[in-house]
């Protein structure tokens, strides 16, 4: 029995090997591991892709929302608080609790799991000093929404970008909308990394000067240290993997696309008959499917079995952050965020890369429909 994987990163290494070798090896000869050409031009090169004015290479995505909420000044105050969805990877909360605030925790949209703009812009009070959308499973949240209510309430927002490398609404990149925005390239993005890696992106010089200060130990000088900061950069062995795959990402977006498509079609009689849940596109998105999530009853007994058949799904994510150990003094109750509970203990994400074959998306939903029989 084959195992399909839920994302084969050998299938990714296997394209952009020979074009990386050489460039490693230099790294390597020159021993110019920290900083150097391949950073600074990766900076560059993922700016301009996105159309951010400012692209600050760090060590990994929960680094990036740290420093992107700190470089905003978010954190400063005692009391400061930042608005944020349940659904999400604890890692968004973990990097507002770092940056010294307190997450306020909302529920998502029952189609799309992204943040409810209107419960976010309802939880704005005199201590928010922050929102922070999570663009995810491959498509932006409705960050337009949001603006009118930051801007009265004077509060930046602040994007989780990591899932969504490539994504756009409207025609406008994710990680440009707010005033910063933090992602990830750990590697099984779909632009990854052959380890962590992280990056801060804004259209301000201020804040990204301020987010590379931060990076780097509280310092723009060696051994001058004007703030507080991190140790916290992205390095030249990274920086040459996301060059070279950055160059394909959109042709590998578009496989995505294009197997997300092919399932769609696969399982529509079993979406039809009330069986599963297909995934909802936001109308405006272009959506690069990181993750294809459907929803199905008894959810646990049918990851099971998957795994059994040798089907490498997975969930994303199985607790909500209120509902996490580590939480717990958020005094959020089960029952809080409804939608985000429910969509806990129903949601299954099937395999899904560039790389995906037709033959082996048959399998997966061939075994998908053993599972829930």
């Given at each position: 029995m084959t195992h399909i994987p839920l994302v084969d990163l050998p299938a990714q290494h296997r394209e952009v090997a020979a074009e990386i070798e050489p460039e490693l090896a230099d790294v390597m000869a020159t021993g110019a591991f920290i900083g150097g050409k391949p950073v600074s031009l990766f900076e560059q090169e993922y700016a301009a892709f996105l159309g951010a004015g400012h692209c600050v290479g760090v060590g990994n995505g929960t680094d990036a929302l740290e420093i992107a909420l700190r470089a905003l000044d978010v954190g400063r105050g005692a009391c400061d608080e930042v608005i944020l969805p349940a659904n999400t990877f604890i890692a968004t909360a973990e990097a507002v609790v770092r940056a010294g605030a307190r997450p306020v925790l909302v529920d998502v949209d029952p189609a799309t799991y992204l943040?409810?703009?209107?419960?976010?812009?309802?939880?704005?009070g005199p201590r928010t000093r922050a929102l922070l959308p999570v663009h995810l499973y491959g498509q932006v949240a409705p960050v337009e929404e949001l603006l009118p209510a930051a801007g009265a309430a004077g509060v930046p927002i602040v994007e989780d970008a990591a899932q969504v490398q490539g994504a756009t609404r409207h025609g406008r990149h994710a990680g440009t909308f707010g005033a910063a925005a933090g992602t990830s390239f750990y590697p099984g993005k779909n632009l990854g990394a052959y380890g962590d890696a992280g990056a801060v992106l804004t259209m301000s010089a201020e804040v990204a000067a301020a987010a590379r200060t931060i990076g780097s130990h509280g310092s723009?000088?060696?051994?001058?240290?004007?703030?507080?900061?991190?140790?916290?950069?992205?390095?030249?062995?990274?920086?040459?993997?996301?060059?070279?795959?950055?160059?394909?990402?959109?042709?590998?977006?578009?496989?995505?696309?294009?197997?997300?498509?092919?399932?769609?079609?696969?399982?529509?009689?079993?979406?039809?008959?009330?069986?599963?849940?297909?995934?909802?596109?936001?109308?405006?998105?272009?959506?690069?499917?990181?993750?294809?999530?459907?929803?199905?009853?008894?959810?646990?007994?049918?990851?099971?079995?998957?795994?059994?058949?040798?089907?490498?799904?997975?969930?994303?994510?199985?607790?909500?952050?209120?509902?996490?150990?580590?939480?717990?003094?958020?005094?959020?109750?089960?029952?809080?965020?409804?939608?985000?509970?429910?969509?806990?203990?129903?949601?299954?994400?099937?395999?899904?890369?560039?790389?995906?074959?037709?033959?082996?998306q048959s399998r997966v939903v061939d075994e998908l429909r053993r599972a829930l029989r």
């Open positions: 943040i409810d703009t209107a419960a976010a812009a309802a939880a704005i723009d000088r060696k051994y001058i240290h004007s703030r507080l900061g991190v140790n916290s950069r992205l390095d030249a062995v990274q920086a040459v993997v996301l060059r070279a795959k950055l160059t394909r990402l959109a042709g590998w977006n578009a496989a995505r696309a294009d197997a997300a498509a092919r399932y769609d079609g696969l399982l529509a009689d079993l979406a039809a008959d009330g069986v599963i849940t297909l995934p909802t596109v936001l109308a405006g998105n272009t959506h690069v499917w990181h993750l294809y999530v459907i929803e199905v009853s008894d959810r646990d007994a049918v990851l099971e079995r998957l795994h059994g058949a040798g089907i490498g799904a997975g969930i994303h994510y199985p607790i909500p952050v209120h509902l996490q150990e580590a939480f717990a003094d958020l005094g959020y109750a089960r029952g809080a965020f409804p939608v985000s509970e429910r969509s806990a203990d129903r949601i299954l994400s099937l395999p899904l890369f560039p790389q995906i074959t037709v033959d082996q």
